[in-house]
Structure formats: C-alpha cells, structure tokens
C-alpha cells in the first residue's frame, strides 16, 4: 500500500511564488519517475512537469522558465517551485509517481491533490 500527499497549496498573488511538496509513504521499494499534474476548472488535468531518478526534467511549455522540479530520493519527495505565478496556473496540483513497490509491482500512484490559486 502506497499513499502520496501533496502540501503547499495556497492563495497568493500574480507574480508570487509557491512550493509544492509530495511526500510518497508506504510499502516502497524505489521511485522511478516523479511528476506533477494540474487541473484546472472546466480543463482536462494536464502533466505540469517530471523529473526521472536520476535527475532528467521536462516541463510543459507554459511553465518553462517559471517552474521547477526537483526531487530528494532520501525522502522519497518531489518538489515543484513555482515562480512568477499567473491567475492561470490556478488549478488543483495532483503528484504523480511510478513506483515499485517492496513486492516488487510497478504502479502510477495519485495525490489527492491540492489547490493553487493565483488572484489577479
């Protein structure tokens, strides 16, 4: 049994920054690929950014520059910094992982998720 959940959330103004936390618990075994999702009202929820074990990072063309992700292993948690926020990153943040589990099964794992929103 594994358990994601996601911190960091919050209210804040343009131009502002938040940090994101997901802190993975459970029956791990290794993470392998780590990411962060968003969905927005009335969207589809899209992949914000990822990050491999060992350290190869992708990011959504509207957050380049402004976002990002990291990861410590140690802690089996992934980061997203978020800097010059805009009213439409408000969104629910979801964190993503594929993990292994100590019976050795290859998941996708859900955060339950936690709300951004950026005031204008």
């Known amino acids: 049994q594994v358990q994601l959940v996601e911190s960091g959330g919050g209210l804040v103004q343009a131009g502002g920054s938040l940090r994101l936390s997901c802190v993975a618990s459970?029956?791990?075994?290794?993470?392998?690929?780590m990411a962060w999702y968003r969905q927005a009202p009335g969207k589809q929820r899209e992949l914000v950014a990822a990050?491999?074990?060992?350290?190869?990072?992708d990011y959504a063309d509207s957050v380049k520059g402004r976002f990002t992700i990291s990861r410590d292993n140690a802690k089996n948690t992934v980061y997203l910094q978020m800097n010059s926020l805009k009213p439409e990153d408000t969104a629910v943040y979801y964190c993503?992982?594929?993990?292994?589990?100590?019976?050795?099964?290859?998941?996708?794992?859900w955060g339950k998720g936690t709300l951004v929103t950026i005031s204008s």
């Open positions: 990050i491999t074990r060992g350290g190869t990072t």
């Open positions: 993503n992982f594929v993990i292994i589990t100590i019976d050795y099964v290859g998941q996708n794992y």
């Open positions: 459970g029956r791990i075994f290794s993470i392998n690929d």
